[in-house]
């Protein structure tokens, strides 16, 4: 049984940094993309940023470039999302996804596994 679980959301102010981690279990991911996505209050889905598990090849949302950096720890099976230089409009819940072969690396549909998320609200 395929198991993602976020840790690592809180409330923080801006410009403060938090790291997220995804760990994944039950499967063996080694030709996934692994991705995380957010949720604002009143907003849909956004993509944010996702990894090759593979290659380790990186793809950013626009909003995020520069500020957010996404990596995998293959020994831990891990998918971590440092976020620096937050902002209010961070303010979401942060959701990591799984999807095997072929991705549309910023389609939600793309994705075949899914966590429950964990919240991160950036105060002003």
């Known amino acids: 049984q395929v198991q993602l679980v976020e840790s690592g959301g809180g409330l923080v102010q801006a410009g403060d940094s938090l790291r997220l981690s995804c760990a994944a279990s039950g499967h063996t991911f080694s030709m996934y993309t692994m991705a995380w996505f957010r949720q604002g209050p009143g907003k849909e889905s956004e993509f944010v940023a996702a990894?090759?598990?593979?290659?380790?090849?990186?793809r950013y949302a626009g909003s995020v470039k520069g500020r957010f950096t996404i990596s995998r720890d293959t020994a831990k099976n891990t998918v971590n999302l440092q976020m620096n230089s937050l902002k209010p409009e961070d303010t979401a819940v942060y959701s990591c996804a799984a999807g095997k072969p072929p991705v549309v690396v910023g389609a939600v549909r793309s994705y075949d596994y899914w966590g429950q998320g964990t919240q991160v609200t950036v105060s002003s």
């Open positions: 990894i090759n598990w593979s290659s380790g090849v990186t």
